[in-house]
């Protein structure tokens, strides 16, 4: 990512197809980083919450 930024600067026709390639993976990181924030014991958690959801579905009022 520096390269194609200083490359870029310095005069470096930078193509479409540098630059979207490292702004993806920076966007799957910050969503990643986001989501470990968000639900720090993971996918885990979710799914444990669907699940006892589920168990006790007839039963559950809110």
């Excluded at 490292?22 to 966007?27: K, S, Y």
């Amino acid at each position: 990512m520096i390269k194609v930024l200083f490359g870029a600067l310095a005069g470096d026709s930078a193509g479409a197809g540098q630059l979207r390639a490292p702004l993806q993976q920076i966007a799957f990181g910050v969503l990643l980083v986001l989501f470990l924030l968000k639900e720090p014991l993971g996918i885990n958690q979710i799914v444990d919450r669907i699940l006892r959801a589920a168990n006790r579905w007839p039963f559950a009022r809110g």
